[in-house]
């Protein structure tokens, strides 16, 4: 099956630094999710990105399929970004299965 | 947005016994609902995808006969636990798509923690 890989495992931040969170994937997709799991473990929607370029306020995602990788970028950190990324992708021609990477776990302190 | 719920948040049950955990689209319908499994520090494996008005699809190494999922509407997907052990404790969490919009997007509800004693 399709293998996905995150970077880095773990990070810890100031309060307003920057980061980015790499995905690499193994296949070709046609469906590629960012979630941030808060410490409840409630999975949060931040971008369906199989390609190209989103922003959604401080965060921004770059899907390159070509070259299998996906990047989460957050800008600002706050303390509130807290919690696990993970990365999650749908082969091209799959069932609708999501596969998802390990999870990169965020800590911002203040 | 879509939004997806699950109930109870949290069970603990004796050894032996039988848990449903009910995963809900509230606002959109569903076709297809996925339940998974995370346990602790782990990322999410898919259990089981559960179709509407038939039988679920089962991943590899997933018990149908202790995991039973019933879709018996477009809103509403059960995953039943039977003669649960501790080493079922985990997290389990329900993610539905909109079937209207046929969009890939999936939607997770906010879990539901077992506890087997």
């Known amino acids: 099956g399709i293998q996905v890989e995150q970077s880095p495992p773990d990070l810890i931040l100031q309060e307003g630094a920057n980061s980015t969170l790499r995905c690499n994937f193994s296949d070709s997709v046609n469906n590629l999710q960012w979630f941030h799991q808060n410490p409840w473990g409630q999975l949060i929607n931040l971008f369906y990105?199989?390609?190209g370029t989103k922003q959604n306020g401080r965060l921004s995602a770059t899907t390159v399929a070509t070259e299998r990788y996906s990047l989460l970028y957050i800008s600002s950190s706050q303390t509130t970004d807290s919690g696990v990324y993970f990365c999650a992708v749908e082969r091209t021609g799959g069932s609708e299965k999501l596969v998802f990477g390990k999870g990169t776990k965020l800590t911002v302190n203040p | 947005g879509a939004v997806v719920s699950q109930h109870p948040s949290r069970v603990i049950c004796k050894s032996g016994t039988s848990v449903k955990i009910e995963c809900r689209s509230l606002d959109f319908q569903a076709t297809t609902m996925f339940w998974y499994r995370q346990f602790p520090k782990q990322s999410l494996m898919l259990m089981a995808t559960?179709?509407?008005?038939?039988?679920?699809?089962?991943e590899q190494g997933v018990e149908k006969d202790k995991f039973l999922i019933n879709h018996a509407s477009l809103t509403l997907s059960t995953l039943t636990v039977t003669s649960a052990h501790p080493e079922d404790s985990s997290f389990y969490i329900c993610s539905a798509r909109d079937s209207r919009t046929g969009g890939d997007t999936q939607y997770f509800g906010p879990g539901t923690r077992l506890t087997v004693l």
């Open positions: 559960s179709n509407e008005g038939s039988k679920a699809t089962y």
């Open positions: 990105i199989p390609s």
